[in-house]
């Protein structure tokens, strides 16, 4: 069982920027394939980031590449999203994910409580 959670959400103005943090509580975490997935009020969950177990391959939606970078330690068993030039549409819950399976969509068989994410205009 992966127990995940998340840290680092809050309020910043657009422009501004973000580091979310993962804490994974299983020993096979460098093992786990590792992403984030958001929600915003009213809409549904939609996949954000994922990245491999070695971190060799790493995946974006298009709405956050080129902003949103995803980076793993698996000496510290962690997982970060580091998030630039944030627009209001980021708002959102953002979750921490893992699989055995490396995934671009929501579907994903561990998830963290979610961390809150607020940009302001």
């Known amino acids: 069982q992966v127990q995940l959670v998340e840290s680092g959400g809050g309020l910043v103005q657009a422009g501004g920027s973000l580091r979310l943090s993962c804490a994974a509580s299983?020993?096979?975490?460098?093992?786990?394939?590792m992403g984030w997935l958001r929600q915003a009020p009213g809409k549904e969950r939609e996949f954000v980031a994922s990245?491999?177990?070695?971190?060799?391959?790493?995946y974006y939606a298009d709405s956050v590449k080129g902003r949103f970078t995803i980076s793993r330690d698996n000496g510290k068993n962690t997982v970060a999203l580091q998030m630039n030039s944030l627009k209001p549409e980021d708002t959102a819950v953002y979750y921490c994910?893992?699989?055995?399976?490396?995934?671009?969509?929501?579907?994903?068989?561990?998830w963290g409580q979610g961390t809150q994410v607020t940009v302001s205009s």
């Open positions: 994910v893992a699989d055995e399976r490396l995934r671009v969509g929501v579907n994903w068989g561990y």
């Open positions: 299983e020993r096979t975490f460098s093992s786990a394939n």
């Open positions: 990245i491999s177990a070695r971190g060799g391959f790493k």
